[in-house]
């Protein structure tokens, strides 16, 4: 199976994904592409260094979504290195309706909070905020809305008492980098079934 990963930042999920893939825990996975919307985001010298194609695609005009001929650009790309599944670790952009067809059911997105609660960005804040005592993380298909696809599979931190934002996303980016390459073992095996809302694995 390959995979096309799109990435705004460092790149430490894609970088869970690359260490699975070349340790064999992800055997028949291949990341084919990484695009970034950001001319020196890390996660594109990530792949130059590993020598997987690494392309930077200007999204401009729009600030918060994937449109376009923006959008026209990023499907031809994915498809020019034969993407299977397209795989958004800290793609800071909305994806919108021509995208989805491209990959109809082929889009997953980690977000760092226990879905369908606090949606959005900074979503550990958000938690923390709102004094919960379990945090954690989501895999999830890709709809048209913010974080609102088919879950995938979770994984759940408790919250400490002298939790900061920063050492409770800390925890959950930990798990993140766990829970993303399981999910994508399970779509490469093909043991994940959509029906409506619900997932099943088996």
Partial sequence: MKIGVLGS????????????VEKKKLKNVEISVVISDVENAYILKRAEEKRIKAVYIDASPFRTKLDGEAEEKY??????????????????RMIKKRFLEAY?????????ALLPAFPGLESWKQALEYGVKFA?????FVDGGMDTGPIIAQAVIPVEQNDTPESLHARIQAE????????????????VKIQGRRTFIG
């Fill in 9 to 20: 930042g460092k790149g430490s999920n894609f970088q869970a994904i690359l260490d699975a």
């Fill in 75 to 92: 499907i031809n790309c994915l498809k020019e290195s034969a993407v299977d599944l397209v795989v958004l670790a800290g793609f800071m």
């Fill in 104 to 112: 109809r059911g082929r889009v997953i997105n980690i977000h760092p």
């Fill in 136 to 140: 954690g993380c989501t895999v999830h």
């Fill in 176 to 191: 993140e980098h766990r829970l993303f390459p399981y999910a994508i073992g399970l779509i490469e095996k093909g043991s």
